[in-house]
Nanobody, 115 residues
Framework: QVQLVESGGGLVQAGGSLRLSCAAS????????MGWYRQAPGKQREVVALNSNGGTTNYADSVKGRFTISSDNAKNTVYLQMNSLKPEDTAVYYC?????????WGQGTQVTVSS
């Protein structure tokens, strides 16, 4: 089992920044993949950024150059630094981990970007 707890969401003006955190209940070295997804009202959940335990990162085209995924192995925590935020980034952001071919999800954290 893997428990994931997100934090760091909130309300920010367009052009601002936020950093999301996702604390995992087990060593992130043991996880095959960690990442961030988001779901806006009326839309499907979409991938934002992925980080494999081999060090490969991938980003959605819509966030490239603005968002950065990183990790602190000592704290078993993955971060999503979000800069130059846009109103279209408004969504609930979910942390995801893959461990032994099973997906685990956090409870989600709301990010609202005002224009």
């Amino acid at each position: 089992q893997v428990q994931l707890v997100e934090s760091g969401g909130g309300l920010v003006q367009a052009g601002g920044s936020l950093r999301l955190s996702c604390a995992a209940s087990r060593s992130i070295f043991s996880l095959n993949l960690m990442g961030w997804y988001r779901q806006a009202p009326g839309k499907q959940r979409e991938v934002v950024a992925l980080n494999s335990n081999g060090g490969t990162t991938n980003y959605a085209d819509s966030v490239k150059g603005r968002f950065t995924i990183s990790s602190d192995n000592a704290k078993n925590t993955v971060y999503l630094q979000m800069n130059s935020l846009k109103p279209e980034d408004t969504a609930v952001y979910y942390c995801n981990a893959v461990w032994i071919v099973r997906d685990y999800w956090g409870q989600g954290t709301q990010v609202t970007v005002s224009s």
